[in-house]
């Protein structure tokens, strides 16, 4: 099944110890996202690409960056993670902007 | 800031009784979809409705659209328990391309 996969599924990571998580996806999409989802919250968008353009949202901290080398994979960079970016990190892609979107089940970051 | 606003913010129905979530919005629209996630989960897309459409169906799912009041609706019919989750309404403005999200509504249903 065409899908969208998230690896880890839980991640903890240290204060200030750079961590990456990874997204791909099967569907062939031109639009990836990565999402902040604090508890019990809505999530909250970091950034996205459109093909190779990267759109990145006004408030997300430069800790936060993102590479997408091909189609497919879509990553995640936090540099010095801090206490207050423990998270789930949802990625996601639609076929293009403004579609409905597609998720994946998400990274659980833990910081220590 | 959020787009969109939902309420109720909680909802506990018995299995079988019919759940409403309602949400509002600010500005003009190109669409409005509706996520559901489940505890610890990713989104998954349940419905989108245009800007053009008043109402759309699917299965149990029924959402209506009233751009004049900002505001969209979807209405769950004979609620199982599996439908306990959290269900979120997310905004396509007319001139942006990203979904802007409620806060959600967490729908319990009780059997």
């Known amino acids: 099944d065409a899908m969208v996969i998230q690896n880890p599924r839980y991640q903890v990571t240290q204060f200030g110890k750079p961590v990456t998580l990874s997204c791909s996806q099967t569907?062939?999409?031109?639009?990836m996202y990565w999402y902040q989802q604090k508890s019990s919250q809505a999530p909250k968008l970091l950034f996205h690409?459109?093909?190779?353009?990267?759109?990145n949202e006004a408030d997300t901290p430069d800790n936060f960056q993102s590479r997408r080398p091909n189609t497919s994979f879509c990553f995640l960079d936090i540099r010095s993670p801090g206490l207050g970016d423990a998270a789930m990190y949802l990625c996601?892609?639609?076929?293009?902007?403004?579609?409905?979107?597609?998720f994946g089940p998400g990274t659980r970051l833990t910081v220590t | 800031s959020q787009q969109g606003e939902e309420d109720p913010q909680a909802l506990s129905i018995q299995e079988g009784e019919n759940a409403t979530m309602n949400c509002s919005y600010k500005?003009?629209?190109?669409?409005l979809q509706w996520y559901r996630q489940n505890s610890g989960r990713g989104l998954v897309h349940l419905i989108l409705?245009?800007?053009?459409?008043r109402e759309k169906h699917s299965g149990r799912l029924r959402v209506t659209l009233d751009t004049s009041k900002k505001s969209s609706s979807l209405l769950i019919t004979a609620s199982r328990a599996a439908d306990t989750a959290s269900y979120f309404c997310?905004?396509?403005?007319?001139?942006?391309?990203?979904?802007?999200f409620g806060a959600g509504t967490i729908l319990r249903v009780k059997s």
């Open positions: 996601a892609t639609s076929r293009d902007p403004g579609y409905e979107q597609y």
């Open positions: 569907l062939n999409h031109n639009v």
């Open positions: 690409y459109y093909d190779k353009d990267f759109n």
């Open positions: 500005t003009s629209i190109n669409n």
């Open positions: 409705i245009r800007s053009n459409e």
């Open positions: 997310a905004a396509v403005m007319e001139y942006g391309n990203k979904l802007v």
